[in-house]
């Protein structure tokens, strides 16, 4: 019924940068809590973002603080990964998420409801 739509992937070279949103449908998305995740090959999904329902708390992973900002517009039912100084490293599929819970919530226990189907991220040495 939630339906999660990524945009703005791409090929960009280390050092640049990429912002990738998402757009979702379906229910009410100014109660859903929203995370960004990737996974590179071989590896295990990791999260890599998350932000409230209403954008007053947000976390990173480490090796993205400083780099990548998460942000959200309610009333464009959007969510944005503004990704800079970007290193192959992050080559990845990134995926938006939404969870149910829109509150404050432990960043690594957070459960999501729904996914995207994904945009892929490619950086070039």
């Known amino acids: 019924q939630v339906q999660l739509v990524e945009s703005g992937g791409g090929l960009v070279q280390a050092g640049g940068s990429l912002r990738l949103s998402c757009v979702f449908s379906?229910?009410?998305?100014?109660?859903?809590?929203m995370g960004w995740f990737r996974q590179a090959p071989g590896k295990e999904r990791e999260i890599v973002t998350a932000i409230s329902w209403n954008g007053g708390s947000t976390d990173y992973a480490d090796s993205v603080k400083g780099r990548f900002t998460i942000s959200r517009d309610n009333a464009k039912n959007t969510v944005y990964l503004q990704m800079n100084s970007l290193k192959p490293e992050d080559t990845a599929v990134y995926y938006c998420?939404?969870?149910?819970?829109?509150?404050?919530?432990?960043?690594?226990?957070?459960?999501?409801?729904?996914w995207g189907q994904g945009t892929q991220v490619t950086v070039s040495s």
């Open positions: 379906g229910r009410t998305f100014s109660s859903y809590a």
């Open positions: 998420a939404a969870d149910k819970y829109g509150g404050t919530y432990s960043f690594f226990l957070r459960q999501y409801d729904y």
